[in-house]
């Protein structure tokens, strides 16, 4: 199983950016799909997640309103979409798949992990 993330970069506060995942060895649509991000000297956090059909998702506050999530069953690839970024939002943004299928937050429920994309944001 192989989950790569790509699409990170340097950008401005108030810009957006759109992350990608795209996934190999697995039977993607039947996965929820995660994301997470990690900040130098910080834990790792819950970002958001979209349930193997796409029908239904779930942010973390920090997030809401701002990112978006979203899946194309068709391409095997979760995407992020990030409008309106801030400066703490800069992080290694990770993609997880979950078999369970189920719309949850907690890392560990979480079966394959990909490598991930920095995403940096400048004032």
């Known amino acids: 199983v192989q989950l790569q993330a790509y699409g990170g970069g340097l950008v401005q506060a108030g810009d957006s950016l759109r992350l990608s995942c795209a996934a190999s060895g697995l039977r993607f649509s039947l996965y929820a799909m995660g994301w997470f991000r990690q900040a130098p000297g910080k834990e790792r956090e819950f970002v958001a997640v979209?349930?193997?059909?796409?029908?239904?998702?779930r942010y973390a506050d920090s997030v809401k309103g701002r990112f978006t999530i979203s899946r194309d069953n068709a391409k095997n690839t979760v995407y992020l979409q990030m409008n309106s970024l801030k400066l703490e939002d800069t992080a290694e943004y990770y993609c997880?798949?979950?078999?369970?299928?189920?719309?949850?937050?907690?890392?560990?429920?979480?079966?394959?992990w990909g490598l991930g994309t920095q995403v940096t944001v400048s004032s």
């Open positions: 997880a798949a979950d078999r369970g299928g189920a719309t949850t937050n907690v890392g560990w429920h979480y079966d394959y």
């Open positions: 979209i349930s193997w059909s796409g029908g239904s998702t």
